[in-house]
């Protein structure tokens, strides 16, 4: 099992930045392919950013040269730099760990940008 838990979330003005923070325990960490993503009220949980041992996948296309996704495999955590906050990226953010044995799930952390 793989356990994740995420920080970092706030109130914050439009074109402010956050950093998210998930770190993760239970699993080899280096191994495992970690993806953010996020859920509007009203709207389906998408995919932000993904990375895995080798690099980056994609980004949605919104949020692409805003944010930045990367991980520290020394200290088991994955982050996302958010910059140019828009109040369209008000979501509630969550941290996804793929596995052989399935996906994992943090709690979310709630991000909301003020116009």
């Known amino acids: 099992q793989v356990q994740l838990v995420e920080s970092g979330g706030g109130l914050v003005q439009a074109g402010e930045s956050l950093r998210l923070s998930c770190a993760a325990s239970?699993?080899?960490?280096?191994?495992?392919?970690m993806r953010w993503y996020r859920q509007a009220p009203g709207k389906e949980r998408e995919l932000v950013a993904g990375?895995?041992?080798?690099?980056?996948?994609p980004y949605v296309d919104s949020v692409k040269g805003r944010f930045t996704i990367s991980r520290d495999n020394a200290k088991n955590t994955v982050y996302l730099q958010m910059n140019t906050l828009k109040p369209e990226d008000t979501a509630v953010y969550f941290c996804?760990?793929?596995?052989?044995?399935?996906?994992?799930w943090g709690q979310g952390t709630q991000v909301t940008v003020s116009s």
């Open positions: 990375i895995t041992k080798g690099g980056t996948t």
């Open positions: 239970g699993s080899r960490f280096s191994d495992l392919y």
């Open positions: 996804n760990a793929v596995t052989i044995m399935g996906n994992y």
